[in-house]
């Protein structure tokens, strides 16, 4: 199994920054992509940001700017560094990877717990 264990959350105030960080561990062969979901509260999760292997990155358009997604593969790590955040960014944020356990095994989904993040004066 692979696991996921997200930190970092909290609460901040309006304009306030975090950084959340996520360790994937157990049996891992290989890691693909990582990332970070959020779900607040009475809302669907949705995508927040991801970054493969290479490096390559995506983000949800309305968080562009404000928030960074950053990994060490060496650590199986990703990190997630929220700036300027807004009340509307209170939710739970969930890591996220796809990743096989062994050579030839498929790329499977696993989610961490998730960390709640709240933005409020």
């Known amino acids: 199994q692979v696991q996921l264990v997200e930190s970092g959350g909290g609460l901040v105030q309006p304009g306030g920054s975090l950084r959340l960080s996520c360790v994937a561990s157990?049996?891992?062969?290989?890691?693909?992509?990582m990332g970070w979901y959020r779900q607040a509260p009475g809302k669907q999760r949705e995508l927040v940001a991801t970054i493969t292997s290479g490096g390559s990155t995506a983000y949800a358009d309305s968080l562009k700017g404000r928030f960074t997604i950053s990994r060490d593969n060496a650590k199986n790590t990703v990190y997630l560094q929220m700036n300027s955040l807004k009340p509307e960014d209170t939710a739970v944020y969930y890591c996220y990877t796809v990743a096989s356990q062994q050579v030839g095994s498929p790329a499977m989904n696993y989610w961490g717990k998730g960390t709640l993040v709240t933005v409020s004066s």
């Open positions: 157990g049996s891992i062969f290989r890691i693909y992509v």
